[in-house]
């Protein structure tokens, strides 16, 4: 699990974030064991009925995929492998 405070990466790839008022809005990110571990659970999540902020995709770094949890913190799905 990383905390990510990088506002690079998410305003690069998650086209509809915004800037948190009065707090602090996390990124959590989970790496996994591959691109298809990657689109997995994105489709299980959302599936739970969890906000898929942005579908799985290959980035300049890694395959990942964000999705909202209920506190609407990110959680963000990542495989990193070549």
């Known amino acids: 699990v990383t905390l990510f405070w990088d ?6 790839y998650d086209p509809s974030r ?3 008022a009065g707090g602090y ?3 959590l990110e989970f790496f996994l064991q591959d691109a298809a571990a990657v689109d ?3 489709a299980e999540l959302v599936g739970f009925g969890y906000h898929g902020r942005r579908a799985p995709v290959q980035t300049n770094g890694p ?3 964000m999705v909202d949890d209920p506190d609407g913190n990110v959680i963000l799905l990542t495989n ?3």
């Open 40 to 42: 997995a659970k994105y």
């Open 18 to 20: 915004e800037k948190p």
């Open 63 to 65: 395959y990942a995929a």
């Open 25 to 27: 809005r996390v990124m």
């Open 80 to 82: 990193d492998t070549p």
């Open 7 to 12: 506002t690079v990466f998410a305003e690069t």
